[in-house]
């Protein structure tokens, strides 16, 4: 074991910093995974340089990045999606719609290539629910009418961002003129993708069971599901899209099923010890040294876009029912999340987006996720406190979609 | 994401040839654990070279060392050594003099290195009770008195068997005149070490409790005892122990918090995850070009010697009781497991030890751990079946000390 020092050392330093500055910002009110990409930019290798990831750190980072969207599927039944009904997903689509039109045309004007203002309007796109439903779930309004919408707008939102995610991915890295024929070639993929893990895989899951709960392997469930999560990250990558989007729809396709294997429980404790690392490497890639003036005008102009945005394009939708109920859902959809992070991470990674890009990016996330609470504590300061039954039909461990972004 | 392909591929593609062979081995009444080590036999770099493990892929495997070693400490609670009594201690103390002088006179006697014979008697020692935890609970046979003894002894085991493995990398990673003298130092080091974890530790633990449950952080028990897990096996391999000694006594100070804080089931989740890819890796490490003529004779004569002097070893201290049970109890000490493998392993990275003996100790392992399971259905036979109330006070979800090795 002599010869994984330096790893080790980089395995405890980086936990513990990630997690301390994670303390740090829950005890002051902000998200603590803020805190964990603080870490990563104060003593990564573009801050103080006390630490300098290897590979085999950024390998685990990448595995942390899979099982967080493994685990916000597993919290995504299929069957939810039947009862949110069409509001929320009016929500969602004018949600996604509305932010990457705004963000592809201010980098485009900003003079970025259109491979990077595709993938900066991509990350602008999705909603993290994980702050907001935290935020409600303090306030005890998670049963309310607006909450309920914003949470099913917020499943939506996972999947068609993944899509988004796929097609994106798909698009940049092709050249010349089969591109736009590549381009369908991926939208008909993800679309596909998503469609048979939304109806037809859960399907199957349901038709394994017997013989998964028959099989000897110890916690032949978790096992099953794990090896399906790598095979359909590996599989997704390997045609071209994300592994996370792999991920994500293994996850949903174990959804269902996960309270009775309390698979989300478990998925949740390889989470607590990998998702560290993923976020502190997210900040440890943030070059500092592009934060010159017009970097932080971007970063501004940006943040404020994705904030405005995102809630006129959520707050359209359900402006028959008054203009307070708008406002709440709109400001329930501003944080951004894990999801907008990957996909700046997966740009970054295809060469496709430069350091300032990525930038703007990390800026716009931490910008939308710090001010949403109190928007949002704003504008539900009226609503009555209704007694929470159970958020969807989650594993009780797992208790809400805050779980990733606490 | 897609310059993770390969190692994508990797992940998924050992973990479910791992998964894969471990069933098979259940279902024919054989340790999965022993099947997941052939899957890195066969389909390793040495047999079909399916798949050569990159750096990161044993970086995970390292990682799951780790944990395995963490679970172990945490399901072995201080307080059962004052309960266990004499008897196991005796046990224990004879089952691992008796395996190190018969390996380390035969490893001289047949022209190894002294450093190789350390190591190779060092790996002889270990018990790995899961499996006798397993049958004899099967048998429901779990609360009888010789059970008791094996379980109290196995205890005991692991501990003697740390700080002999902590004394054996210290002593071969130092040469010339000072070997002696350094052979003091960490023994010292060890025995301390061991029993600052086993007194004071605990103490630490019970005190910290109200600030731990007053954090912020979610789960911050499992953050904690993580972040305690990594430092100390960063500092076990600095000062020249094995990473996997701090680990395991990590978990022995948390063994007492480990149904409170429910740390057995989800350090059990994480290592379901990363445990196949140490096995995988042990078994992918094995060259098996050494397996000439020589080289099984050799593997033969130190698994009978494996066999004979731990069931010697761990039945006289208890002759008083009857043959009988002197064969039941030498009997349940005689599969060797993880610890083996690991004092292996670190000899092997530490470059005192050849493949050769590295191939040894696999076999050894292989053939004592199959064996076993005949025997003690075997000697248990007459025995009368005890309603299973509980083993010892770890977490009700972990059951039993065979949680590792099934």
Redesign the interface.
């Known amino acids: 074991?002599?010869?994984?020092?330096p790893?080790?050392?980089q395995?405890?330093f980086i936990?513990?910093w990630a997690?301390l500055c994670?303390?740090v910002f829950?005890?002051l009110g902000m998200p603590?995974v803020l805190g964990e990409i603080l870490a990563g930019i104060i003593i990564g290798p573009y801050g103080a340089r006390l630490v300098v990831p290897s590979?085999?750190i950024y390998?685990?980072a990448?595995?942390g990045?899979i099982f967080l969207l493994f685990t916000i599927g597993l919290e995504t039944p299929p069957k939810d999606l039947i009862q949110v009904g069409k509001t929320s997903l009016y929500v969602a689509l004018a949600g996604i719609t509305v932010p990457f039109v705004f963000g592809f045309s201010y980098m485009l004007l900003a003079e970025h290539t259109p491979s990077e203002a595709t993938f900066v309007a991509a990350a602008m796109v999705a909603t993290s629910v994980g702050i907001t439903a935290r935020v409600l779930d303090d306030l005890k309004l998670l049963q309310t009418r607006p909450a309920r919408i914003i949470l099913g707008a917020a499943v939506f939102d996972d999947i068609l961002g993944m899509i988004l995610l796929g097609v994106v991915?798909g698009l940049v890295?092709t050249e010349g003129a089969t591109k736009w024929v590549q381009l369908v070639v991926t939208a008909v993929e993800a679309v596909g993708f998503a469609l048979v893990m939304l109806f037809y895989a859960p399907r199957v899951v349901r038709r394994m069971e017997p013989g998964v709960e028959r099989?000897?392997?110890?916690?032949a469930p978790?096992?099953i599901a794990?090896?399906i999560c790598?095979?359909l990250?590996?599989a997704a990558?390997?045609i071209?899209m994300?592994?996370?989007i792999g991920a994500f729809f293994a996850g949903l396709a174990f959804a269902e099923y996960s309270p009775r294997w309390r698979l989300g429980?478990?998925?949740?404790?390889?989470n607590?010890?990998l998702a560290p690392f993923f976020f502190f490497s997210m900040g440890a890639r943030l070059n500092i040294n592009v934060f010159d003036r017009r970097f932080v005008i971007s970063a501004i102009v940006i943040s404020i876009l994705a904030f405005i945005s995102k809630v006129v394009g959520c707050g359209l939708p359900v402006i028959n029912l008054g203009w307070r109920t708008a406002a709440k859902v709109g400001f329930g959809m501003v944080p951004r999340g894990e999801v907008g992070l990957i996909v700046a991470?997966?740009g970054l990674?295809?060469g496709v987006i430069s350091e300032r890009a990525y930038g703007l990016v990390i800026f716009m996330t931490g910008a939308t996720t710090l001010v949403a609470p109190f928007l949002i504590k704003l504008a539900f300061r009226q609503e009555e406190p209704v007694p929470l039954i159970t958020v969807g039909d989650t594993d009780s461990e797992d208790s809400n979609r805050s779980?990733h972004m606490?």
């Open positions: 074991m002599h010869s994984s020092d790893f080790l050392f395995l405890f936990f513990v997690k994670g303390e829950e005890r603590a590979d085999s390998a685990i990448g595995i990045a991915v890295t099989m000897s392997t110890r916690d978790l096992v794990l090896a790598l095979g990250s590996f990558a390997k071209g994300a592994a996370i429980s478990k998925a949740l404790a390889i607590e010890f991470l997966a990674q295809a779980a606490r």
